[in-house]
């Protein structure tokens, strides 16, 4: 297996591996394309302190732009113990705020639509003794290869841009300022989609993302974390790095590969009937009496109807080290902890696809609330410790 590791080169060379990767997806793509979301809209290139820009109540890169960007580099890092991280958060913020502010000219090239999104973890929370919802530890889950390195972390940084090279400068000058602040990196990940509104075909040719909450009342119940106080404007994320045995999916027939899906390769619309905007119908049988949607195919494991949780805002990712390395940079952001821990422990008890699924890197995170000039990152979080 091929690890990413802190140092500048390898986050380069995720950077070129990215590319060819792209084309090899597309390549592998069924017709026709992916099916549109009835949600907000957005284009590619969100407008400069607007839908991508970092200062507001909450920051971007979670329901803004709507659309994710087509490339990511998520990067994990430990801070020092013992030492204050209210400098730190500070210090990356102001260089967040630079990178997506008016300026485009900031990394020498036209920043785009990029944005940054910045969380921490559960030592941090701790240490400025906030009580996040069903707190931000992740039990053991089955298929796991766990490392000290991969698993946890005091802060996550992501950044999303159309434009590749945008992502790596964005990370380079970023991890640049948390290393002048003492901070190690522990594990990075590039990861790419194919452009396009709604959900999008991951590696297996499947779209991927329907099962998203919707509307700004789903997102704003299902996501966000309410106020007042100085968790309102956050939310919970989920990172984790989700290696695929891509080629032995791919081995099997079509019609088992649905299966073990729940949906239909060419459109995405569910086993069960209907469009591929269509909600998976649970309850749907054949005139023999057997369930349409398999009670093993993952869309019907994962369903929130069945798991007993909210929905997922989910944000993934496909990335590409090698063939012996590829698969699913799966993000999700949820207003409390136990909406992904119920849906793993269902997939974990039985789900088709799993037996294809490792995860080699997990961490959860609070993505701290919005932030400016005047209010810096964590400002609001951090002035609970003591």
């Given at each position: ?20 990767a ?19 809209r ?65 990394l ?28 931000l ?6 298929r ?7 698993w ?31 901070a ?12 396009g509104?709604?959900?999008?075909r991951n ?7 329907i ?8 997102i704003e119940?299902e ?10 404007g956050?939310?919970v994320?989920?990172v ?5 045995d ?28 209907g ?13 023999h009496?057997?369930?349409l949607?398999?009670a ?45 821990i119920?849906?793993?422990r ?13 995860a ?15 209010r ?11």
């Open positions: 297996m091929t690890t990413q590791s802190n140092s500048r080169s390898v986050v380069r060379r995720s950077m070129l591996g990215a590319l060819p792209l084309a090899a997806l597309s390549a592998c793509r069924s017709s026709p394309p992916s099916p549109a979301s009835p949600g907000p957005a284009t590619a290139a969100q407008p400069r302190g607007g839908a991508g820009g970092a200062a507001g109540a909450r920051q971007a890169g979670v329901d803004r732009p709507a659309q994710p960007q087509t490339h990511t580099l998520a990067s994990v890092y430990s801070l020092p113990p013992g030492r204050d991280p209210a400098p730190a958060l500070a210090r990356l913020g102001s260089i967040v705020l630079e990178l997506t502010g008016k300026s485009r000219a900031v020498g090239m036209e920043a785009g639509d990029l944005t940054v999104t910045v969380g921490v973890g559960q030592r941090l929370a701790a240490l400025a003794r906030r009580s996040v919802p069903g707190g530890e992740l039990p053991a889950f089955a796991e290869e766990r490392t000290e390195r991969t946890g972390g005091d802060l996550l940084v992501q950044a999303c841009a159309s434009d590749p090279v945008v992502t790596v400068l964005a990370d380079a000058r970023l991890a640049a300022t948390l290393e002048a602040e003492g190690s990196r522990r594990w990075s990940q590039a990861g790419f989609r194919p452009p509104d709604g959900a999008v590696l297996l040719g499947f779209p991927d993302g099962e998203n909450p919707r509307t700004p009342a789903e119940q996501v966000w974390l309410p106020g007042p106080g100085p968790l309102a956050g939310t994320a989920v984790r790095r989700l290696r695929i891509v080629s032995g999916f791919l081995a099997l027939p079509d019609a088992r590969q649905e299966e073990a899906i729940g949906r239909r390769k060419a459109d995405g619309a569910p086993l069960s009937g469009g591929p905007l269509d909600r998976l119908d649970l309850s749907a049988k054949s005139a009496g057997r369930y949607v398999p093993m195919a993952h869309a019907r494991r994962a369903n929130p109807n069945a798991t007993g949780s909210g929905r997922m805002l989910r944000r993934g990712y496909s990335y590409h080290n090698g063939p012996d390395d590829q698969g699913l940079l799966f993000v999700s952001f949820q207003r409390r902890l136990r909406t992904f119920a849906t793993q269902r997939l974990d008890d039985g789900d088709d696809l799993m037996r294809f699924v490792t080699t890197a997990s961490g959860a995170f609070l993505v701290l609330p919005g932030f400016d000039a005047k810096p990152l964590g400002a609001g979080f951090l002035a609970g410790q003591g």
